[in-house]
């Protein structure tokens, strides 16, 4: 049955992540919405997507809402489908972070093994919605047949190792100002070939240092092009940002300053005199690395075929048709959450 669909973001980095659903669902013959909100208001995805505001959300009254944020607009109809925005770094407690059910979502579609039994068992608790392993539309583009966006981005290197550089924005994980004389240091030796990038939040004047150091050994990547330099990386150096788990999925390492919950897949350190050691280690990494690189992928992300935006779509499809059970109502706790959304979107229509 072809339907509407309606894309929800409320941040630019969700962008790389609904850009494959939405070709998922135009190829299947649906019409695509997408309305953006909050950071990512004044933000867009290429055409043949729709985009819409508010009022235009509401009247399209979509089968389903794809949400790639924390919440989802619930005065919207069909059913509402969290797909996340990143994977479970640890960065806060289970309750606060990556496992915090806000009684707003149907269906969740999880990125493998070690997200889903969590929360299959929350699911199993709270019964008011259902669970399915689908894999992380973002991640379909780093297994397509077509590499030529990521051949680009290694073109300037000439031959050299290609090395990520990603933070996050959070001010007491970020590596991004404690590592930015180590880094400058290597660039300017041209050993390597530098992808720079930094998460959309983090202070302007760190954007404007590390944009400094672009030239013929470096170039900043926008957060658009997030996916295409993991791609075309051969090694990433980050902190605690979830795209430290995107990376592996590759089975490529990974450098990390100061980790909030270093694993064995991962080469962590603390002081940045280090780096090019660290670095050293990385480009010849040994078969103990390797196997961790290989089992920890397998558990956060197993799908290699670039299809989970079309695994979401079935998963959608048999939560509409009542094949994952029938659904409790949502919690009474859920109803200050919907009033608060309403109150920050303006909106007290039906």
């Not at 590596?175 to 390597?192: K, M, N, T």
């Not at 302007?204 to 170039?219: C, D, I, Q, S, V």
């Not at 005199?273 to 990494?285: G, W």
């Not at 094949?323 to 949502?330: F, Y």
Request: glycine share 6%.
């Amino acid at each position: 049955m072809m339907a509407d669909y309606l894309l929800f973001a409320t941040e630019r980095y969700a962008l790389p992540i609904l850009q494959p659903l939405a070709h998922a669902l135009q190829a299947a013959g649906h019409g695509v919405h997408a309305w953006f909100a909050d950071g990512a208001a004044s933000a867009a995805l290429p055409s043949p997507v729709r985009m819409v505001g508010l009022r235009e959300a509401v009247a399209l009254k979509p089968r389903a809402v794809f949400s790639a944020a924390n919440w989802v607009p619930t005065f919207v109809s069909g059913a509402k489908v969290q797909l996340f925005h990143g994977f479970n770094v640890e960065k806060r407690s289970d309750e606060r972070g990556h496992f915090r059910v806000r009684g707003l979502f149907d269906l969740y579609c999880t990125q493998g093994p070690a997200t889903t039994a969590p929360f299959q068992a929350l699911a199993q608790r709270e019964r008011h919605f259902a669970v399915v392993e689908t894999g992380w539309p973002k991640l379909d583009p780093l297994f397509s047949a077509d590499d030529s966006d990521a051949q680009i981005l290694r073109a300037p290197a000439m031959g050299r190792p290609v090395v990520m550089f990603a933070s996050t924005f959070t001010e007491r994980l970020s590596a991004a100002p404690h590592l930015l004389d180590a880094i400058a240091a290597e660039v300017a030796s041209g050993e390597r070939y530098w992808l720079l990038t930094l998460h959309p939040k983090c202070a302007p004047e760190l954007f404007a240092r590390y944009r400094a150091l672009t030239g013929p050994n470096a170039a900043f990547v926008e957060t658009e092009q997030l996916v295409t330099a993991q791609r075309a990386a051969d090694v990433l150096l980050a902190d605690t940002t979830s795209v430290v788990s995107e990376f592996v999925v590759q089975r490529k390492p990974v450098v990390t300053f100061r980790n909030r919950a270093p694993k064995p897949h991962m080469i962590d350190f603390t002081d940045p005199a280090h780096l090019p050691a660290m670095l050293a280690r990385a480009f010849a990494p040994d078969e103990q690395l390797l196997h961790a690189l290989a089992a920890y992928a397998d558990a956060i992300h197993p799908y290699r075929d670039g299809r989970s935006s079309e695994r979401v779509i079935a998963a959608t499809h048999s939560l509409l048709a009542g094949e994952l059970g029938e659904l409790s109502r949502k919690p009474l706790s859920s109803v200050w959450r919907r009033l608060q959304i309403r109150r920050d979107l303006g909106y007290w229509g039906r």
